[in-house]
């Protein structure tokens, strides 16, 4: 069980204030709500308010999210459908938050009971022997969330619950209902339970979910037991496992009220703002880069080279981004830099060869996987030149390469010595304040301006370029052809 995106190890204590008995929690006039009406009402709340309702989720503000809103609203159970990376189990983490932040339950109780709604033997007992006295404590929501990955030697006893031998062996019968270990699902009750991966799931055990999303109650080895449960089921799913590795059985669709279908970011602006959102950079990327592995991505993505039904995960661009900073800071070591360092093109190369094993080729594809990759990111490189830098007076970059002068870069060469290798450069400022720079750029802000123009000409063919060993690229001057 794995805790939502809000929970913490140490979630904060109640507040002093709140009633800590069954007597006190009447006399303050609480009410008693099911958790879909919960997640209903504090929607709505939000929505008046014009608040966000799904912090840190990205590019579903006009798709995904409405249709969700609409399955929460009518209180349905969940499934979402997607390709890998698409942020189905980070959105489903993300519905915590529209839970009461506290909540009352029968103090001690492992199925976080209500204090007007006792479910268990034990609580019923409880309650009829304490009455008002019966001792309430108060749940966190971020403790009100479980999450199960679907593993093919996932048991109806882990999801369920099963006979507890260590009970019995106390001398209690078989046919007590106390000596049942309830299992994750039984253990959310007032929560919201996530089954990632639901297909990889045998049929068998998917079949133990059915009594849960309609009759709301779980069935143990026979055992003549009702347990009203209260909690929203949602559920992730990848399209191609219906047919791939397993699917989602007949009856247990059915049962789920709405099946949203999530996507990839539609624009390269929304893939930016993921990357930039989620990436661990341990060196600045600027942002014409960020926006050359956003371009990278959706063209990997689209490429008749890559298996379509593997998709290609949001999490290869933040990876790209988080290599690209870690080959700059790599750089920056070996060249000895004391500036700050700052990613470059040349810095890219990196990702080619690294993250060739997060996608999925067609067959017959074999052994052209660098070449495909390299030539998407040549492609990627000249799309972001021609957005940012187009009609722009580069001019003032041939000059500083004519007459037999070159200008080498590579994991060797710091920022400064590249810039000095060119001299004062005309529109040199106007080339980075169009690249996002502001006006007193470092020096490696300035050579990550530099280089990206450099390889950028290169690639529309108005410099030539040479790799030589070692991680070295020397540009010149395109020689006359006769």
């Known amino acids: 069980m794995t805790p939502g995106a809000a929970a913490t190890l140490a979630p904060p204590s109640p507040p002093a204030a709140l009633p800590t008995t069954v007597g006190a ?27 966000a309702r799904f912090p840190g989720v990205v590019g579903f503000d006009e798709t995904v999210l409405p249709e969700l809103e609409r399955a929460l609203l009518a209180g349905h159970d969940v499934v979402l459908l997607g390709e890998r990376g698409q942020g189905k189990t980070r959105l489903l983490r993300s519905l915590v938050a529209l839970l009461d932040e506290w909540t009352p339950v029968i103090e001690g109780s492992e199925l976080n009971e209500h204090p007007y709604a006792p479910l268990t033997t034990a609580s019923r007992r409880r309650a009829a022997e304490l009455g008002d006295d019966l001792p309430v404590s108060w749940l966190h929501r971020s403790l009100r969330y479980g999450e199960k990955l679907a593993t093919p030697d996932t048991s109806v006893g882990d999801l ?23 299992g994750l699902v039984p253990r959310t009750n007032r929560g919201i339970f996530a089954v990632n991966e639901l297909p990889d799931l ?17 069935q143990v080895r026979g055992y003549q037991l009702r347990l009203p449960l209260d909690l929203l ?15 989602i059985i007949t009856p247990l669709k059915d049962r789920f009220g709405a099946e949203v279908r999530t996507h990839y970011p539609l624009e390269v602006e929304l893939e930016v703002e993921l990357v930039r959102q989620e990436a661990r950079l341990v060196a600045e990327v600027p942002e014409h880069l960020l926006e050359i592995l ?27 981004a988080e290599t690209v900073a870690a080959a700059a800071l790599r750089r ?4 000895g830099e004391d500036d700050a360092p700052v990613a470059r093109v040349g810095d890219l190369a990196a990702v080619v060869t690294v993250l060739g094993g997060k996608v999925e080729f067609e067959q017959g594809e ?29 001019s003032g970059f041939l000059e500083a390469v004519r007459d037999g002068r070159t200008v080498e870069t590579g994991d060797l060469v710091p920022a400064r010595r ?25 020096p490696g802000q300035a050579a990550a301006g530099v280089e990206f123009v450099l390889e950028a000409l290169h690639l529309t063919r108005r410099l030539a370029k040479d790799d030589l060993d070692g991680g070295r690229s020397v540009y010149a001057a395109r020689t006359p052809q006769i």
């Not at 929690?25 to 608040?51: D, F, I, P, T, Y």
């Not at 089921?233 to 699917?247: F, I, Q």
């Not at 052209?368 to 722009?392: D, K, M, N, P, Q």
């Not at 080339?431 to 007193?440: F, H, I, Q, S």
């Open 233 to 247: 089921l949602v559920a992730s799913a990848n399209p191609e496992d219906y047919t791939n590795r397993g699917r």
């Open 160 to 182: 369920i619950g099963d006979v507890d031998p260590v009970k019995v062996a106390e001398g209690r019968t078989l046919g007590d209902p106390e000596t049942i270990h309830f």
């Open 418 to 442: 590249l810039l000095e290798q060119l001299g004062t450069v005309t529109g040199l400022g106007k080339v980075l304040e169009r690249l996002g720079v502001d006006d007193a750029p470092t």
């Open 332 to 335: 920056s070591a070996l060249a």
């Open 366 to 394: 074999e052994g052209r996987e660098i070449e495909v990759l390299a030539h998407l990111l040549r492609s990627a490189i000249a799309e972001t030149f021609r957005a940012r830098l187009a009609g722009a007076d580069l």
């Open 202 to 218: 045998a049929e068998r055990i998917q079949v133990a979910l059915l009594n849960v999303l309609e009759e709301r109650d779980v």
């Open 294 to 320: 956003a371009r990278f991505t959706r063209g990997v993505r689209e490429s008749p080279a890559v298996d379509p039904a593997s998709g290609v995960s949001a999490r290869f661009s933040i990876a790209a």
């Open 25 to 51: 929690l009447r006399g303050s006039g609480h009410q008693h709500v099911s958790v879909k009406e919960e997640l209903r009402r504090n929607l709505l709340a939000r929505m008046r308010a014009g608040e």
